[in-house]
């Protein structure tokens, strides 16, 4: 049997990691402890991230006519591959991150959800949030507003006092929701003015003073106990 026919395996296997992969980085290993690697490994498998070490020639091949035929350039040296297939940043992020740690590991380079970054550009993905993290930040953005007006809702139910009382009591006696509530709630208040016009009245002895107070109780209607 040819060796190609024993390597095509190999290069069906590394078709098959790389594919629908949101993200491919290739990075040199050498002088990376054996300590050092089984750590990396482990960080990377934990973040749903493949790492693979693949013969150049190999991957070569398989990526060919791919969105990361790009990284054929680099493609020289020991290499070892981080695969991501949902967080486009992640292998960049861990991987520079244990680099601070293991200056042995070397990023070369990597495809992004397609485009292709060199050393330096892979940097300034390493730098680019989780996925987690902007959702929380977001989150977190969404949630201060609404606190905010919670606590400042909260604060002028307090100031209000005896101001929140009266007809209020009244409407959650009655209930919501049905238009027999809506008419009920609607007779209430109509009854608490025309007792408050009476008494008023009362208290002024003429029609005069009742077109007075008629005004004067319309402006403060917000303000009926």
């Known amino acids: 049997m040819a060796k190609v026919e024993l390597k095509q395996p190999i290069v069906d296997e590394i078709s098959g990691v790389i594919n629908g992969a949101q993200s491919v980085v290739v990075v040199d290993y050498l002088g ?24 150049n020639t190999l991957v070569n091949r398989a990526i060919q006519g791919t969105e990361f035929e790009g990284l054929k350039d680099v493609l020289e040296g020991p290499s070892a591959f981080a ?8 292998p960049a992020r861990i991987l520079a991150k244990f680099a601070k740690t293991a200056p042995a590991l070397e990023i070369k380079a990597g ?36 606190t905010n007006l919670a606590r400042v809702l909260n604060q002028i139910a307090e100031q209000g006092g005896e101001a929140a009382d009266g007809p209020q009591d009244d409407i959650e006696e009655i209930g919501h929701g ?9 007779v209430a208040l109509e009854e608490r003015l025309g007792e408050k016009l009476a008494r008023e009245e009362d208290d002024e002895g003429g029609a005069d003073g009742v077109e007075h107070d008629e005004r004067g109780v ?3 209607a917000g303000q009926l106990p």
Not at 134 to 139: F, P, T
């Open 178 to 186: 049905s238009q027999e509530a809506h008419e009920a709630v609607g």
């Open 83 to 90: 695969v991501s297939t949902e967080d486009a940043t992640a």
């Open 218 to 220: 319309v402006a403060d």
């Open 111 to 146: 495809v992004v959800e397609g485009t292709f970054y060199d050393a330096e550009g892979m940097k300034a993905i390493s730098a680019v949030p989780s996925r987690d993290e902007l959702l929380g930040k977001l989150l977190g953005s969404i949630q201060s507003p609404i």
């Open 32 to 55: 990376l402890t054996v300590a050092e690697d089984t750590q990396l490994r482990k960080q990377l498998r934990e973040a749903g991230v493949t790492y693979k070490v693949y013969k």
